[in-house]
Structure formats: C-alpha cells, structure tokens
C-alpha cells in the first residue's frame, strides 16, 4: 500500500488559508487520495477525495499535482474550530486506508 | 440519525479479563470497522465486515474477535486483555455505494488495562 509524508505540525493566523501537504510519491493509478481530520480524541472525520482532478466542497479544496504524487489541502478561511489532526491518506477502499500521525495544525488567533 | 454509537466511552479492565465494546449504526450501512489509536500514533485498522454474516482481519487482529449478526451491530470482543490493548477504539461504518474511502466514525471507546 502507498503511503503519505507530512509534517508533523503547522500555524496558520485565524482568517488565512490553510496549505497542507502530502506527499504519495508511491501512489498507484488506481489509488485515491483521502483527507480526514481528527479534533481532540473525537472520532476521525471525512473531508474530501480525490483521484487526479482538483475537487472542492464546502469544506476544503484538494489539490493534486500532474504526476499524483503530491497534494495540498487547502482550507480557505481557517477558523480556530479547524485546530485538528488532518491525515492524508491514500487508497483503493477503506479496507486499505493506512492513518499514518498526520499532520497537526494550530490555528492561532 | 444518531450515526455510530459506542459504548461504553470508558472502561477499565484488569490483565486477563474480557469484555465487548459495543458498535452500532443506524444508517443502514453495510460496511462496519474497527480500528485502535494508540497514544500519539494513527489508527490501525483491527476488523472489519462487508455484511452480515462476513468479517474479516485487518492489520492487528490478534486478541480480538467480532461478530456480524445483523446489519446494525458490529461489537468487538477483547478475550484475556492484556497492557497492549490499553488503546482507544474507533468503530466506523460506510454505505455499500458512494465513496469507497468515506468512513463514517464513532466517539470512540477509551480502554485502560492494569
């Protein structure tokens, strides 16, 4: 199974767009890319997905790049209610997704 | 709809007893998982099923067992806990259609052992 880098942590000012990547150097064509966040203890919550086309919904954007071997989540305007794990996650189905430590964001007023 | 539902939230168990946490959901979903976070570290997926009747091993499957008897109810039997499965787990489920990867997931049930 293809799995994602990201940094461990990142701030972003309250207000500001906030630019998560990940890099899947090793993702298959057949694979997507999932984005999901974890608040506090809370269960883990879906976000978005994609295959190799940009997608946007009323939570995020997702940019993936040409050769699918990175993407970027992008969450417009960061409220401190977005301070969450976001895990980047690739795969064929949720038999195969691999929730690696994620990526800790810290929304500051 | 009240979603997943995990019970109990929180629970404390000695080395060597047993118990069920409990998953169900009202969604109608087909697919049912349970995964376990360990402190700092992302969620490994334990065992999953695609329907009543069919479970099948994940990542860490070893002293656990599940059963699928219905639609709603995916519990999830510790046999001879031990300090490894102090853990929190997560039970999740998703529709047989729609986005393979969209897991809808519970609050989590939180076990210590000692």
């Known amino acids: 199974d293809a799995k994602t880098t990201q940094p461990p942590s990142m701030d972003c000012a309250e207000g500001r767009a906030a630019n998560l990547p990940c890099n899947h150097s090793?993702?298959?064509?057949?694979?997507?890319v999932y984005w999901y966040r974890q608040i506090h203890s809370q269960g883990p919550q879906y976000i978005i997905h994609g295959l190799k086309n940009n997608e946007t919904n009323e939570m995020a954007s997702l940019i993936i790049t040409e050769d699918r071997k990175s993407s970027t989540l992008i969450l417009p305007h960061a409220t401190l209610r977005d301070t969450a794990v976001y895990y980047c996650i690739v795969g064929t189905g949720a038999n195969n997704l691999f929730f690696g430590t994620g990526t800790r964001l810290t929304v500051i007023p | 709809n009240a979603g997943v539902t995990q019970t109990p939230k929180f629970r404390i168990l000695k080395i060597g007893q047993s118990m069920t946490l409990q998953c169900t959901q009202d969604?109608?979903?087909?697919?049912m998982y349970w995964y376990r976070q360990d402190p700092g570290m992302g969620l490994k997926l334990i065992y999953y099923?695609?329907?009543?009747?069919?479970?099948d091993k994940g990542e860490v499957p070893n002293g656990y067992n599940v059963s699928r008897s219905t639609t709603e109810d995916f519990p999830l039997r510790l046999e001879l806990a031990a300090p490894s499965q102090t853990s929190v787990y997560f039970c999740?489920?998703?529709?047989?259609?729609?986005?393979?990867?969209?897991?809808?997931f519970g609050e989590g049930s939180r076990l210590t052992v000692l």
């Open positions: 099923s695609v329907g009543a009747g069919i479970t």
């Open positions: 969604m109608n979903h087909n697919y």
């Open positions: 090793t993702i298959s064509g057949n694979e997507y």
């Open positions: 999740a489920s998703r529709p047989g259609q729609g986005v393979a990867g969209e897991l809808f």
